[in-house]
């Protein structure tokens, strides 16, 4: 009896700690920010109401604000970091360094105060520290109220004015913004140029400047009939001179950008879906044209990325000419624009594949920046082989970046904290190629329908609450029925490697002894494919043991399918028996579908010459 009550109580202990895992507690923001801007000297005065709600079980005595623009400073820990990595960030470089006071940017917090009262708090280059006389309680709901001026820098990375492409406010990561604590504790980290991490909640931004200058940027423009500039659908007399004041609101979202430019063209589209695309760019004679044909392949795109990742829950979404290259922000994004056609749609469609796995999951990517740029760059590649036929398939160019980091020596692990790769060549091939690489190959382990189920299961889980890869790895354990413990432990933890080979084959009138080794460190299950001279292929299908189940492989395409006995990872060689002779084989080859990310392939194929009845691999 006692017996029959311990199995009952783990019962509903995991089913209680799966269900607290799906329904992870997030803190809440409310903003409302009204800002004026001074064009002459880049510069704005701001005033923030901030309803902060703490909705963990820990009493809160300090809490923190990123102030971004504090890095665009000589000596800053951007500027150094740059100036000593040995790969800097072009454009980057020492520029910092060489801005004089004018270019400088920064946030200076003139006061703030929780419920009235003013507390006090410390600027530590990007981070403002607060400490609070009386905690914040769990479950407490309480307003932060700020003033600050802030001077915009000119532009040199994401943020700034006057831009590469001659645009005036390129306005991200602009404002005091409450840094996140979650169940990992806070995330107060120094700006140097990577990742963020914020919360969720809904802002009400207002931002008054000059009449001429039109804004793209997150959120619905709620005045749009008194603003005109395109975003009103009725005929609207223009305001000529004086100030204007754009009313923004943005609901469930962790963060607010946007951009001003008194020449910006504004296009939008309506989609069938409900979605309203929008779209502000210079005038140029030599890409308008691109510009013009960007809104049908966004519609598509948008299509798409629905179909593969799951549903778009907002109602906008605008891609501004601004920035540095391409930069994602809830329901905007900022690109460079002078490109031609493809490369308009590429950096829009990566751009706007981060609203999936940036804006709405939204890992902490500075701790995982692999669970979107990989992700995200996954999508990417599966969208754009949708729209340009053609190609050497979706995910070519991320393996082929992913040996190439491999062979120079110099990866870093996945786990690896986003500031802190040893160069930027490091992070960007494990957050971008090789998190994709990682998703790409999970199809090859459990098989590609239930990693493709697993993605839409994973979005509709894990939306609006920060998930991790722990999160992630569930999903798609509970998905195949496959274990996957060793999987992510090995290519997210370690830098070891993956090669299989094919040692040897020996074989008479009726059998053949195929021989397999495992050479690299890493295991994985092994697919085999065998070629016979009259024709026939066969597959073989070898799971790990550690694996505990195996990928559905019935609706491959061979003459038969067999599912082999699995593989013990302790176990350097293989040995498969075939029932043909092997004088009727044509040829052996590992990894047919070359989705595993072997490092050496040339041991994967071997094709037998007439006669041969044994060979042995030295």
């Known amino acids: 009896m006692k017996q029959f009550f311990f199995l009952l109580s783990s019962v509903l202990l995991l089913q209680l700690s799966a269900s607290a895992q799906q329904q ?28 902060y709600t703490n909705n963990s079980p820990e009493s809160l005595d300090k ?33 910092i360094a060489a801005l004089s006071e004018e270019e400088q940017g920064w946030i200076k917090v003139k006061r703030l105060s929780m419920n009235g009262k003013e507390v006090s708090f410390e600027t530590v280059g990007t981070i403002l520290e607060v400490s609070l006389e009386q905690a914040i309680a769990p479950g407490e709901q309480v307003l932060f109220e ?6 915009v820098p000119l532009q040199i990375r994401r943020s700034g004015w006057n831009n590469a492409e001659g645009i005036e406010f390129s306005m991200t ?48 423009l709620k005045n749009a009939q008194e603003i005109g500039h395109g975003y009103s659908d009725g005929p609207i007399e223009q305001k000529v001179g004086g100030e204007q004041t754009w009313q923004w609101v943005a609901e469930n979202v962790h963060d607010f950008a946007w951009a001003a430019d008194p020449d910006y063209q504004h296009k939008q589209l309506k989609s069938e879906s409900g979605v309203t695309f929008h779209f502000l760019y210079q005038d140029d004679p030599e890409f308008n044209a691109n510009w013009e044909e960007l809104p049908r392949f966004v519609d598509q795109a948008f299509a798409l990325l629905s179909e593969h990742c799951g549903e778009y829950p907002y109602p906008q979404y605008t891609i501004i000419q601004g920035g540095d290259g391409g930069m994602e922000y809830p329901m905007a994004t900022l690109i460079t624009g002078k490109r031609n056609l493809r490369s308009l749609v590429g950096v829009s469609v990566h751009e706007a594949a981060h609203s999936w796995y940036q804006g709405v999951l939204a890992t902490n990517e500075s701790l ?3 669970m979107d740029e990989g992700f995200t760059s996954y999508a990417t590649s599966i969208v754009m082989n949708e729209l340009f036929e053609g190609g050497l398939g979706p995910h070519h160019y991320a393996y082929q970046g992913y040996y190439r980091l491999v062979a120079d020596g110099s990866e870093n692990p996945l786990i690896t904290h986003a500031d802190h790769y040893q ?76 090669d299989y080979g094919i040692k040897g084959i020996s074989g008479g009138k009726k059998n053949t002894s195929l021989i397999l080794e495992r050479v690299g460190d890493m295991p994985m299950p092994v697919d085999v494919l065998v070629e016979l001279k ?8 070898i799971p790990l043991r550690m694996m505990r189940g195996s990928k559905d492989f019935s609706a491959y395409e061979y003459t038969s399918s067999t599912l082999a006995a699995d593989w013990p990872w302790t176990h350097p060689e293989y040995e498969l028996e075939l029932p043909f002779a092997v004088e009727d084989i044509a040829s052996v080859q590992i990894d047919p579908s070359a989705l595993m990310a072997d490092i050496d392939q040339s041991n994967n194929f071997f094709e037998l010459i007439e006669g041969v009845r044994y060979f042995i691999r030295p």
């Open 24 to 51: 992870r507690w997030q803190q809440h923001v409310d903003y409302e920010m009204d800002i004026k801007m001074d064009v002459k000297k880049h510069q704005y005065e701001g005033r923030q109401k901030l309803v």
């Open 63 to 95: 809490v923190f604000y990123h102030l971004f623009f504090n890095a665009f400073q000589p000596g800053s820990m951007m500027d150094v970091r740059s100036r000593t990595i040995a790969d800097p960030d072009p454009r980057v470089g020492d520029r």
């Open 146 to 151: 700020m003033v600050w001026d802030a001077q």
């Open 173 to 220: 990561q602009w404002y005091p913004k409450m840094c996140e604590y979650d169940y990992e504790g806070w995330h107060a980290n120094p700006y140097i140029g990577r990742e963020f991490h914020g919360v969720w909640g809904d802002f009400k931004v207002n931002i008054t400047l000059p009449s001429e200058y039109v804004i793209g940027g997150t959120g619905v």
């Open 368 to 370: 995982y920046e692999w």
């Open 423 to 498: 160069t930027n060549r490091a992070y960007g091939t494990a957050a971008y190629s090789k998190g994709e690489v990682l998703l790409a190959q999970l199809g090859y382990i459990i098989g590609a329908e239930a990693r493709d189920a697993g993605i839409l299961s994973y979005y509709d889980t894990w939306k609006y609450k920060h998930p991790n890869p722990t999160d992630f790895k569930r999903v798609m354990e509970m998905q195949s029925g496959i274990e996957l413990d060793w999987y992510f432990q090995y290519f997210m933890n370690t830098t070891l490697t993956i």
């Open 534 to 541: 009259n024709g026939e292929s066969h597959f073989y299908s």
